[in-house]
C-alpha cells in the first residue's frame, strides 16, 4: 500500500514558469515531510522539508505548502529553471522507533524547457 | 551534515555471485537505513540496521538474500547475494535517516 501518493508522474514546464508537485497520505503519525531532488545516476538530495506545525516553508525558489486538515502537500518551484531538472520525490516519517525511515512518494520527472 | 562515503559507484556482476556494498559516515548514527531504487522508480525500504542486533527487513527482503552488518556506529555493509537480473538497482544507505549515499548502482548480467 502506497503511504505517500504523488503527483504527477511527469511534469514539463517552460522556463520562468511554476512547477507545482502535489502529495498525499493517509497516516496521521506522519511529522515530517522532505522533499528531494535526484540527478540522473546520483543519489536523492534533500531539497527542503517541513514539519505540521506550519503551513508554509520557502527556501530561495522552492516552497512546500502542507494543509495538515486535508493531509496534502505540494512543492512550488518558483522561475523554474532548466538546471531544475530532475526527478523529485515526496516523503514522509514520523517518530518512535522508526525515526529516519521514509515513506516515499512514486517521483515525479520535471523537465523544464529553455 | 555528515559525509557520506558509499562504495563501489557501480558494478557489473554475474548472475549467481554476491557483491558487498560499503557505507562509512563520518560520524557516529544509531540506526542506517539501506533503500533499493530500482530503474524508473521510488525508493523501497530494504531493512534498518542498528547496531548490536540483526537487522531488521521490511516484507519481501530476506536476510539470506541481503545479509547487513553493522559492526559499529560509523560503517555498515549490505550483500547482495545470489544475484539475478532482476536484483539490477540502485542501492542507496541512509545514515540516520533524511540523508542518503551517492548510491551504488549494480547491473546483473
Known amino acids: 500500500q502506497q503511504q505517500v501518493k504523488q503527483s504527477p508522474q511527469s511534469l514539463i514546464v517552460q522556463k520562468g514558469g511554476i512547477s507545482i508537485i502535489n502529495c498525499a497520505y493517509e497516516?496521521?503519525?506522519?511529522?515530517?515531510f522532505p522533499w528531494y531532488q535526484q540527478f540522473p545516476g546520483k543519489g536523492p538530495a534533500l531539497l527542503i522539508a517541513?514539519?505540521?506545525?506550519?503551513s508554509e516553508k520557502k527556501e530561495g525558489r522552492f516552497t512546500i505548502s502542507f494543509n495538515k486538515s486535508a493531509k496534502q502537500f505540494s512543492l512550488h518551484i518558483m522561475d523554474s529553471q532548466p538546471g531544475d531538472s530532475a526527478t523529485y520525490f515526496c516523503?514522509?516519517?514520523?517518530?518512535?522507533?522508526?525515526?529516519?525511515?521514509?515513506?516515499f512518494g512514486r517521483g515525479t520527472q520535471l523537465t523544464v524547457w529553455p | 551534515s555528515a559525509v557520506i562515503s558509499q562504495k563501489p559507484s557501480r558494478d557489473i556482476c554475474q548472475r549467481g555471485t554476491s557483491l558487498t556494498i560499503q557505507c562509512q559516515v563520518d560520524?557516529?548514527?544509531?540506526?542506517m537505513f539501506w533503500y533499493r531504487q530500482q530503474p524508473g522508480q521510488s525508493l523501497t525500504l530494504i531493512a534498518t540496521?542498528?547496531?548490536?542486533?540483526?537487522?531488521?527487513?521490511e516484507s519481501g527482503f530476506v536476510i539470506d538474500k541481503f545479509p547487513i552488518s553493522r559492526p559499529n556506529l560509523t560503517f555498515s555493509t549490505l550483500t547482495v547475494s545470489n544475484m539475478s537480473p532482476e536484483d539490477s538497482s540502485i542501492y542507496l544507505c541512509?545514515?540516520?535517516?533524511?540523508?542518503f549515499g551517492s548510491g551504488t548502482r549494480l547491473t546483473v548480467v
Open positions: 516523503a514522509a516519517s514520523r517518530r518512535g522507533s522508526t525515526l529516519g525511515r521514509l515513506y
Open positions: 497516516n496521521t503519525a506522519f511529522d515530517y
Open positions: 517541513i514539519r505540521p506545525d506550519v
Open positions: 560520524s557516529q548514527v544509531t540506526m
Open positions: 540496521a542498528n547496531q548490536g542486533s540483526e537487522a531488521t527487513y
Open positions: 541512509s545514515p540516520g535517516g533524511y540523508t
